[in-house]
């Protein structure tokens, strides 16, 4: 009898991609062009894994139906720019490939659930290297974004794969929540946007300060349950 899918479902921002510096300023120069108040700079994480939409509305509160696609059209245009200037950078964590690599060996299946735009991923694809690396990728453009589980019941369907053999890795507290919503286990990561103490209170599965302890992680989570008969036997 074969072994059973299994699949890891990373979210992007936070976690393997090192964006919330560009995203800080993002938000900053729209803030300027729009002549808004522009919310303290250590707000911005906190929403960081939302659809934009919802990040922006946190973000600029009581602003009306026009603003708030005023804002939506300027970020995504600011990024644009950030993105066409000489001094851009978003690296991915280190041991990114290298864990990649080592869960591929190891026959998991590899997914995207993230707030990221569609342009936006496949941007971050192509700049490291990454594309064509994930089976299944879902923004809030195929499903509801998070904490929703839309986007992993999504990726689930895709790949054939059972929530007691999936795995979604993420840095904030709506990556979890979108998970334990989903019926998978849960990664927190420990180098994103939300304190580690936040992902424990969500309901996190496990912890991991570096991406090469999520082999172990991901192994022991879906490893099979044996009964106490069978183990006996």
Known sequence: MSAPLRLVVFDLDGTIVDSQANIVRAVAEVAKILGLPGPPAEHVPRVIGL?????????????????????????????????????????????????????????????????????????????????????????????????HPGMVLQAMAE????????????????????GLAAGVQTVGVSWGNHPVEDLKVAGAHRLIDRLSDLLHAAETLTAPVTSSMESAS
């Open 159 to 178: 790949t054939g794969v059972e929530p007691r053999n999936t795995v979604m890795v993420g840095d904030t507290t709506f990556d979890i929540h979108m």
């Open 51 to 147: 659809s934009l939409a919802e990040a922006l509305a946190l973000l600029f509160p009581g602003v009306d139906t026009s603003t708030h696609k005023d804002l939506d059209r300027e970020y995504r245009e600011a990024f644009v720019r950030l993105r066409a200037s000489p001094d851009y950078r978003e690296p991915l964590f280190a041991g990114t490939h290298e864990i990649l690599n080592a869960l591929e060996r190891a026959g998991f299946l590899l997914g995207i659930a993230t707030g990221k735009a569609k342009r936006g991923v496949n941007h971050v694809l192509n700049l490291h290297g990454l594309t064509g690396r994930f089976v299944t990728v879902q923004t809030p453009e195929d499903a509801p974004g998070k904490p």
